[in-house]
């Protein structure tokens, strides 16, 4: 079923209170991982598309400038709490913004990381695409995203629980292979992570 951004703003607004609580310590060893494939160098610029709650704003060195986007106002309150708490004055921004139309120029970024929010997109080409656009060229685009295998008890479980994707905020049955052909996103590394590694990290060099 596809999804669309109001259904994905009105499962967001009811996650927001609680999210931190039941998705921080579990998926924060992807979160970790993901961030230290960024370019980490003195001054370099990453976009974390779906920033959420901010829980992986404190992993960023504190030479490296962070923009945050996220579609949903709820989670993004809280994201920006975190940053006046934890005193992160290298998050340059934390914007209301449409993955798949986003107001950046071209070539804005030195990196682009996506934390879970590749089954969430209602367009993933469109998707990749944009990240492609406001990167530099030779940068890195890492997505960390959990992918269904329907040859495995959990993804025959994904597929019984597409038809409520609407409700839930996500594509519960979206594959890799379904997710690169649809979108021609090239593998250069990809890396399991979290829980029974059931979640995979993806990287690309932008070679636009």
Known sequence: MRLDVASIQKAYKRYAK?????????F?????????LTDQSEGAHVLEVGV?????LPLYPSH?????????NEMLHYAKELVKEDRLKNVEALLNMDAENMSFPDNSFDSIVAMYV?????????FVKEMSRVCK???????????????RIFGKAAELLSPISRYVGFRTNLTLEEFTKETGFEIENKISVNVMDLWTILVSTNKK
């Open 18 to 26: 609680y999210y931190n609580f039941y998705f921080g310590w579990i």
């Open 64 to 72: 490296v400038k962070v923009t945050g986007i996220d579609i949903s």
């Open 137 to 151: 060229p030779g940068g890195k685009i890492i997505l960390l995203n959990h992918f269904a295998n329907k040859k």
């Open 28 to 36: 924060n060893p992807g979160r970790k991982t993901a961030v230290e």
């Open 118 to 126: 590749a089954t969430v997109v209602p367009n993933p080409k469109r």
């Open 52 to 56: 959420g709650t901010g829980l992986s």
